[in-house]
């Protein structure tokens, strides 16, 4: 190892924090950190010059490849005019073109209205608190809870973590968040009696597949009769495409897949294309009205709000898939990307679940839960691809700019990784 390396890895020993992580494993000397240099397409390199597939997209954020010559340019031409200026009391030019693109996606007199934050916890964050603040300002003060499903996932701030079904990351603070009323299905949400639908202001769902809940999809068609009920029961629909959102799921965002549309729409992770962090919230001009007026006015923001670094790599980034016609483009990576994921199910693999370019492969579980899914990763990361399980569940997320060989190579690599640990 090269002492550059070694210094990296020490000080990261010493000083460092990681998140989800924990530090004493870590830090253990059998455990050797990646030091990640240099990407490039579905590439990663490390300090010691080994090439990696990145295998998730780094944590679900890449969506065209690294070190993307239009991407890049995009921003360099940017930093020629300015990083970053206030969004606070001043508007910029490309979070202006930004917000419109953004709603051009949808149909006219639907989501109209962007609010910009930094990532995706508070593009929810932003969500849940205008679906309260709305309700206070139509005389509905007591509708305050949110009807949440088990094992979703929606970010980490307070709020955000209040409405998460993962007990093992939730629980600890549960008592500090927004009321919740917790169901496992659409059958359980249509079973709810009217003194409990008075009280939600909100539903809150990934559409079409829980990521964190292991590459979970719901039953089709569900997407559409919940918005139905949400219409029935006067309750709002709040979509979370955190993960799902720029084409992961083979359409630019996964409601289109069944013609919906939300009361809000939370994008980030894909949002700049992988590059920096960025999220916007998206409204109808219904909930925006309610809030004119200096009493009503919604008081929220970060520092970095609409930075313009951050809304220049967006505008690229969704420039690429119009130029590129990435989604038609897709429609065959997928049916390969299907196809190579399906061949994984033999010894030691338990389901494979599939929802576009997003997969999980569960693996059978051994005694100690999480410990195939560590040892399959551990073994990929030796043989060149990087991703991260849960639980036992492999998670095989790439670019969209993967090419077929590629995912032939991904699958190789898998078969290979898993052989070599159920043989252990
Ligand atoms: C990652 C994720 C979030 C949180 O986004 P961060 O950028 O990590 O704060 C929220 N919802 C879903 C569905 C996610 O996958």
């Known amino acids: 190892m090269t002492e550059e390396t070694q210094e990296w890895i020490s000080q990261d020993r010493t000083h460092c924090w990681h998140p989800f992580t924990d530090q004493a494993a870590w830090t253990d000397e059998a455990h050797e950190p990646l030091v990640l240099v240099r990407g490039e397409g579905i590439y990663l390199w490390d300090s010691e010059g080994r090439k990696y597939i990145d295998g998730n997209s780094s944590i679900w954020t890449n969506i065209h490849g690294h070190n993307h010559p239009k991407l890049n340019a995009a921003l360099s031409e940017q930093l020629g005019r300015v990083a970053h200026t206030s969004y606070l009391g001043y508007a910029n030019p490309l979070a202006s073109e930004l917000a419109e693109r953004l709603c051009s996606y949808f149909p006219s007199k639907t989501l109209e209205r962007v609010f910009f934050s930094d990532d995706g916890s ?42 998460g079904g993962v007990s093992r990351f939730f629980e600890r603070f549960r008592q500090f968040g927004f009321p919740v009323t917790i169901v496992s299905s659409l059958e359980e949400v249509l079973g709810l009696s009217q003194e409990e639908v008075v009280e939600i202001a909100a539903v809150v769902i990934e559409p079409l597949i829980q990521g964190v809940n292991e590459m979970r999809p719901w039953p089709e068609g569900m997407l559409n009769q919940l918005r139905d009920w949400c219409d029935q029961m006067g309750v709002h629909l709040i979509l979370d495409e955190v993960m799902t959102g720029f084409g992961r799921t ?53 520092s970095y709000t609409a930075n313009q670094l951050g809304c220049a790599v967006a505008l690229a980034n969704l420039r690429i898939f119009s130029e590129e016609e990435t989604l038609v483009q897709l429609v065959d990576t997928a049916s390969a990307f299907a196809k190579e994921m399906n061949s994984l199910l033999g010894p030691g693999v338990k389901e494979v679940r599939i929802c576009g370019m997003i997969a999980g492969v569960e693996l059978e579980p051994s005694e100690e839960k999480g410990a195939r899914g560590r040892a399959v990763c551990a073994t990929a990361r030796e043989l060149g691809l990087l991703t991260r399980p849960i639980l036992d569940t492999l998670v095989v997320m790439p670019p969209l700019c993967i090419e077929v060989r590629e995912i032939e190579e991904v699958s190789s690599i898998l078969r290979r990784a898993i052989e070599k640990v159920i043989a252990d």
């Open 122 to 163: 508070t593009a929810l964050e932003v969500a849940l608190r205008m679906a309260i603040q709305f309700r206070q300002q139509q005389g509905e003060p007591d509708r305050c809870r949110f009807l949440v499903f088990t094992n979703g996932y929606h970010g980490d701030t307070l709020g955000a973590a209040s409405i």
């Open 250 to 302: 083979g359409t630019m965002f996964a409601c289109q897949q069944e013609e919906v549309v939300g009361d809000f729409l939370c994008l980030a992770k894909g949002l700049t294309g992988g590059y920096l962090p960025m999220a916007a919230t998206l409204t109808t001009d219904e909930i925006y009205q309610s809030f004119l007026g200096a009493e009503k006015a919604f008081y929220y923001g970060h």
